[in-house]
């Protein structure tokens, strides 16, 4: 008859494994890391027959996470105490669990049939930038609190709301892999966001569309009646800029020719010029409003505002809300079509987060860095910003 050897002593955790120094370390029945003084480590079970003593291998930590180790660990001694001779078993059961990219794949093809729009692009879209690259390759088994914290580092500062989606998103294809019995038990993550900072500044974030919704809206937008605040709306969204920067907005500033919006200093809220490339739906729109002052004025002063609803005097904050209330739409707002970019950029693009910085306008919060960085990334932006309108379906 087979025994199990057993000490109490605190269970290892994924920290533990990845610095435990030389010696054998234990987890829990008869579970052993082995580490040796080279560094090497791997994973030993334990029984006892007999009266004799024997080790069962079961794998490198480096190609068996913990996790694994453990489950495999439960079913050899399962199987043992089934009468299964364990050597036979050991070999069979050595199989690796899939993959987390593996079981994420899997559960995206399970779900998209049942999402409209875009939302089941960005959904995958998130994973191959945030996640893949990071825990991917991992066994699924591995997953735990702290691979995901690894992931929501680098992006809980600078894409909050990206963040946040990733870590529901992560959680949703862990609830899949237990439902599908590649994950023992369920896996909780709520201790996770422990382990980060608080997002402080988000009680300052404008109510903004997902970017998941922008491409509809943006069609929906398109069907109206050309007036003021719809094609003022519609310009704000294309250039990611604030809704005083287009309410303000004279011809003068616009070279159509060259499609570029010069903002002086003093329009921006940064108080440096900004220069934005249109991309060829701003354009248009532009070359529209330009052609209809030509036939309601005679000439076109670049002094005189794109959008006024009396001589010399620009349309109020509200004109471009308004189209959006008219809509139904009560869960966003126009400065927050400038979030519903960032989000886009982080989620569907390569772009780096300077770049979109940039066209944004942001300031540079480290002063060393602003010093240094004296690139606008222009050509970069301008294809940019020909995506984002692709994207919209302007």
């Given at each position: 008859?087979?025994?199990?050897?057993?000490?109490?002593?605190?269970?290892?955790?994924?920290?533990?494994?990845?610095?435990?120094?030389?010696?054998?370390?234990?987890?829990?029945?008869?579970?052993?890391?082995?580490?040796?003084?080279?560094?090497?480590?791997?994973?030993?079970?334990?029984?006892?027959?007999?009266?004799?003593?024997?080790?069962?291998?079961?794998?490198?930590?480096?190609?068996?996470?913990?996790?694994?180790?453990?489950?495999?660990?439960?079913?050899?001694?399962?199987?043992?105490?089934?009468?299964?001779?364990?050597?036979?078993?050991?070999?069979a059961g050595q199989r690796s669990a899939p993959t987390f990219e593996k079981v994420t794949r899997d559960c995206y093809d399970t779900m998209k049939g049942g999402w409209k729009d875009q939302r089941h692009v960005s959904w995958i879209s998130s994973f191959e930038r945030h996640v893949f690259p990071l825990i991917g390759g991992r066994a699924v088994t591995a997953i735990d609190s702290a691979a995901v914290l690894t992931v929501l580092e680098p992006i809980w500062l600078t894409v909050p709301d990206t963040a946040k989606r990733v870590l529901q998103r992560i959680g949703t294809v862990l609830d899949y892999a237990h439902i599908k019995g590649f994950v023992p038990e369920e896996v909780s993550l709520r201790s996770v966001t422990r382990g980060l900072p608080r997002q402080t500044h988000q009680v300052t974030h404008r109510a903004a569309m997902p970017h998941e919704d922008a491409p509809a809206f943006m069609k929906a937008l398109l069907a109206?009646?050309?007036?003021?605040?719809?094609?003022?709306?519609?310009?704000?969204?294309?250039?990611?800029?604030?809704?005083?920067?287009?309410?303000?907005?004279?011809?003068?500033?616009?070279?159509?020719?060259?499609?570029?919006?010069s903002i002086p200093a003093s329009r921006m809220k940064m108080k440096e010029a900004h220069v934005v490339p249109l991309a060829p739906a701003a354009v248009k729109l532009l070359r529209a409003l330009r052609q209809r002052h030509l036939e309601l004025h005679g000439a076109v002063k670049p002094e005189r505002l794109l959008f006024s609803s009396r001589r010399d005097k620009p349309i109020s904050d509200m004109t471009m809300l308004k189209v959006l209330r008219d809509m139904k739409i009560t869960d966003a707002t126009v400065h927050g079509f400038r979030s519903t970019f960032t989000d886009w950029v982080a989620e569907c693009t390569d772009v780096s987060k300077e770049v979109a910085d940039k066209a944004l306008a942001h300031q540079i919060a480290n002063a060393v860095e602003a010093a240094y960085r004296r690139t606008d990334f222009f050509d970069r932006r301008r294809v940019l910003m020909s995506e984002w309108a692709h994207f919209l379906g302007a």
């Open positions: 008859m087979w025994d199990f050897i057993v000490e109490f002593q605190m269970a290892l955790t994924t920290l533990k494994v990845k610095h435990a120094g030389p010696g054998r370390h234990a987890d829990m029945h008869g579970l052993y890391l082995l580490v040796r003084d080279s560094g090497a480590r791997s994973w030993v079970l334990r029984m006892q027959h007999a009266g004799r003593r024997r080790d069962f291998g079961l794998g490198p930590a480096q190609d068996v996470p913990l996790a694994d180790a453990r489950i495999l660990a439960a079913n050899l001694r399962k199987a043992v105490r089934a009468g299964e001779e364990p050597e036979s078993r050991r070999r109206l009646p050309s007036t003021l605040g719809r094609d003022a709306l519609q310009l704000t969204i294309l250039t990611a800029v604030r809704s005083n920067e287009t309410r303000k907005a004279v011809w003068g500033e616009f070279d159509l020719d060259k499609a570029t919006w």
